[in-house]
């Protein structure tokens, strides 16, 4: 019995000490993404759970017609720790909420940020009430010359084998952003590689993540679009940055996500060996 005991503690030590974990009646980390300047909402972490979450809260008057108002949940004066490449940047202060008209077209919701004494005014990155886990190593970086003529090789042969044309090829190589990452201590870094293309009323697109195969390197995560721009197509999808958002020693990916009319973020995370899409958060849009 006092084994058990002993080993109920350890455990609940243990989930008190993940980043993003809450006791009772406390608000879960909430993870923003910096944008100009502005914070736009991305996700809760609780407890390595991920759950979605809006700056507005819904009203109805008594004739029914609805409206939204600041919900409250980001107090002016809240703490906001930033990160770039998985590596905490600075601190700054919230702001106002500015929350955006129910309807039309929406710039998104966002917390606007104060720069506090002695930090840096950032722009971009990832930001969260909370601290998150501090890696040993984390970094992103340009491709050196083998590195980009590999993800080119990578990105023509994934192309070829969706039966893209070669001339539509050879645009969305042209196009390529490769960046190296390293989102694991003590792990060789992953390559994260996208592009976009758009004529004549069609939309394509390509994103990828390759990691260290042997010698070399291989795809593990693939998205590709190819048709008609309409209200489902999905015509880019770019990284925005990485952190480890859970605690749990991998960083999170996040990519923001092209859609006719729209922008969305999306969590990448890697669980089982496999990346998932964790959760998607509506950026702006109409």
């Not at 979450?53 to 980001?74: C, H, I, M």
């Not at 500015?98 to 039309?104: I, R």
């Not at 970094?139 to 083998?146: G, L």
Request: include cysteine.
């Amino acid at each position: 019995m006092r084994t058990s005991f002993r080993l109920t503690l350890a455990s609940l030590w243990l989930i008190l000490m993940l980043p993003g974990a809450a006791c009772a009646g406390e608000a879960p980390t909430r993870l923003f993404v910096l944008s100009q300047g502005r914070a736009l909402a991305l996700a809760n972490i609780d407890r390595g759970k991920f759950s979605p979450f809006k700056l507005a809260l819904e009203v109805k008057n008594s004739d029914g017609e609805t409206s939204f108002r600041d919900a409250g949940l980001v107090p002016p004066g809240t703490q906001l720790h930033i990160y770039q490449s998985g590596r905490q940047a600075g601190l700054a202060a919230a702001g106002d909420t500015a929350v955006q008209p129910g309807s039309g077209c929406s710039e998104g919701d966002y917390v606007s940020l104060a720069a506090l004494p002695g930090q840096p005014r950032l722009e971009d990155g990832i930001a969260a009430t909370k601290a998150l886990r501090k890696p040993d190593a984390s970094s992103v970086r340009e491709p050196v010359a083998s590195e980009g003529a590999l993800g080119q090789r990578m990105a023509d042969s994934l192309l070829r084998k969706r039966g893209v044309a070669v001339a539509l090829r050879a645009h969305l190589r042209k196009e390529m952003k490769i960046r190296l990452a390293t989102l694991q201590d003590n792990a060789a870094p992953v390559m994260i590689a996208s592009s976009a293309y758009e004529n004549d009323g069609q939309a394509h697109s390509l994103f990828f993540v390759a990691e260290k195969r042997g010698g070399g390197y291989a795809p593990t995560y693939v998205r590709f679009y190819s048709g008609a721009q309409g209200q489902a197509a999905e015509y880019s999808a770019d990284y925005v940055d990485h952190a480890d958002l859970d605690g749990d020693g991998h960083a999170e990916i996040v990519l923001l996500v092209g859609i006719h009319e729209e922008a969305d973020y999306l969590i990448l995370r890697k669980r089982g060996g496999q990346w998932h899409e964790e959760l998607r958060a509506f950026r702006n849009g109409c």
